[in-house]
């Protein structure tokens, strides 16, 4: 199971960016896809998940009306675009898959990317 992240990169603050997730190895439809994030010194917290077929979106509340979360079943990908971004926001970005429900929990998640690093600077 492969999912490779791509995308990360450095942005000014209020600018969009956007990441990528592409999943090799496993059957895409089957798994709810998540982003999560981790700054320096701080825990993984989590970002998005989009449900298996896409119907479903959930954000943390400090990412709502910002990011949007998107897959697309037919090229195994999954992608988090970013907008207004803010300094707040830097942090290494990972993609991981689930087939527990649309969760935002660390540990429902079995399959994870190596991380995409973003930084927002002011």
């Known amino acids: 199971v492969q999912l490779q992240a791509s995308g990360g990169g450095l942005v000014q603050a209020g600018g969009p960016l956007k990441l990528s997730c592409t999943v090799s190895?496993?059957?895409?439809?089957?798994?709810?896809m998540g982003w999560f994030r981790q700054a320096p010194g701080k825990e993984r917290e989590f970002v998005a998940v989009?449900?298996?077929?896409?119907?479903?979106?959930r954000y943390a509340d400090s990412v709502n009306g910002r990011f949007t979360i998107t897959r697309d079943n037919a090229k195994n990908m999954a992608d988090l675009q970013m907008n207004s971004l803010k300094p707040e926001d830097t942090a290494v970005y990972y993609c991981?898959?689930?087939?527990?429900?649309?969760?935002?929990?660390?540990?429902?998640?079995?399959?994870w990317g190596q991380g995409a690093q973003v930084t927002v600077s002011s």
């Open positions: 991981a898959a689930t087939t527990t429900y649309t969760s935002n929990y660390v540990g429902h998640y079995e399959h």
């Open positions: 190895r496993l059957i895409f439809s089957n798994y709810n």
């Open positions: 989009i449900s298996r077929g896409g119907s479903m979106t």
